[in-house]
């Protein structure tokens, strides 16, 4: 095997799991101004903490992919990956990133949601995310049959591009003339650019699947994968309308994605026909820590789609629509299944092989325990209020709006410290990494 | 011929290209006379963003849960461009105060006005089809 020091996937992974710290403390503090209003509002606010919470952990995300797939690539391609572009791209990503943190600490917003910030720090982004393509092009061109993953990465890679440059397209007036079109193709880039990232994370999955069990190009090349494959992609082009069946639009926009949504009722069938053959396979693997992430992924995912199935179907849609359903979901998500596939990533990745099982370490093992019980506590507890919410939200005779929220304050305290102890874990985990990253010569 | 993995990609790809364009150039054959002014409000969307209103605040249901959906807020008041106006200025619970200019006042309202022309955005004003499709009523 190549050396593995000289990885150029590392560093993103390192600056990923940094903001990872950030985000989780942002979250809590996020959550806390729920309960306590006047908490930090002269200083933070939620106006501040919210956008330093959410890029943090999007950044979490993009960074923690780029670097699983230049890793994975790393190990893979016999043409090596260009050094030079992969130091242009990080440094191009760590001016945004000042620019970013900066721009929220002086409230220099401008942005849409997620993407708060100044839209001039978007560009640095761009041009790495140019490099990034040029640089994994480059890598796999000659290298005969590719396996779905690599047909995952480069496809996570060409769909965020072009689906970044579409979510700036309101800077053009034209745009922003006519507010439903505006509004629907903003929540089609954040629906659309959160299946690119699962394009390039679930490719890692496969990949470090495949390594795990050791029998490499069967699974790679099989034609399940490959239908799978072009499921996720048809989802990821044409389902992003279920997020806005409540907006006066075409309706061919909302049929299109009922129905394309309808289709991923085919992985959840899939996940539960396999549930047998993931025990035995956890048996031999379990105290191997790449894997165990992985499997908490596959529990997520589980738990995460039989709720968006649901969640995309309209009339049931009109309940969770507008309620902390929709950030249950997206956290949900973001952490159980990107973030889960990210640690296996980072094990697999950061730390020597003889170090990545379980045994030794007892705080590690706790802490991963404690991650899934305070991160499903954390989403029932957003679950409950949104629906809470809900059930006002059709009420003909409803209190007013501040009523309702003081009604639910009990549900925002558990989420409170259901996060800080899901934060607590969690650093556990980074520190753990960090502290291995650094220390291999 | 047999089919290949890039030429499966590769349809899609065309697919998804001629979805986007067609919902790109939708402004163009529907934009009809509105009661609002158009220019101010295109501006008044970027003071929204400015603030970061979207951080509390939702438009048809998109955007932060902290505070309530304000896409109807303009006929909430009826109107009435003064209790907005001192809405804005005062804050409440975790609500700063804004201190925005006189035309960054307006421009928002103007934008306001938009998103209150475009429908009504209240839950309870939609009916549900027999295939489980949800519709906005039309206004009165
Ligand atoms: C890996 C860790 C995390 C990830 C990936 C994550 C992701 C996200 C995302 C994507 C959103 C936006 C949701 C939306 O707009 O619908 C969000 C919002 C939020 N998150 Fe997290 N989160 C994480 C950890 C936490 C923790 C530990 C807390 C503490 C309780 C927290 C509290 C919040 C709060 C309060 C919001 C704002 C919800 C609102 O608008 O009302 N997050 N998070």
Redesign the pocket.
Known sequence: MKENRKNPGKQFLITALIL?FC??LA??L??LT?VLPDFLKESLGLSKL?PL??SS??F??ILGATGSVYSGLWMLSKKPISILISKIQLILWIIALVGVFYSYFTEDFGGR?YWEFNPIWALPILVSWILFLVNFVLAVRKTGKWPVYVWMWLTGIIFFLFIFIENYLWIFPYFREHFVTDMTIQWKVNGSIVGALNQMLYGTAFYLMDRINKNESKIGYSKLAFGMYFLGLTNLMFNWGHHIYTLPTESYIRYVAYFISMTEWFFFVKIIYDWKKSLVEMKSNYSYFPYRFLMATDFWVFINMGQALLMSIPVINIYTHGT?V??AH??GT??GI??MILFAAAFMFLIPKDEQTVQPNKLLNYSFWIVQLSLLV?FVSLDVSGILKGIWQLDPDQCSFGEMMESLRTWFIV??IS??I??LC?FVFIIHLLKKAFSVK | MKIKVRHIFSLLCLAFLMFSLSIYVYPLKKLKAQEFNKVSAVEGRLVWQKYNCQCCHQLYGLG???GPDLTNEYSKFQGNEDILKALFKGGMKQMPAFNLSKTEENFLIEFLKQTDASGNANPRNYSIHKNGMIEQNERK
Request: aromatic share 12%; proline share 0%; no cysteine.
């Open positions: 990872l985000g989780l979250g809590v996020s959550s729920y919210r919470h959410v952990v999007m979490w995300i949601e902390h929709t950030v997206a956290m973001t952490i990107n973030s954390l989420l409170g996060g800080s899901l934060m969690f | 932060g849960y902290l």
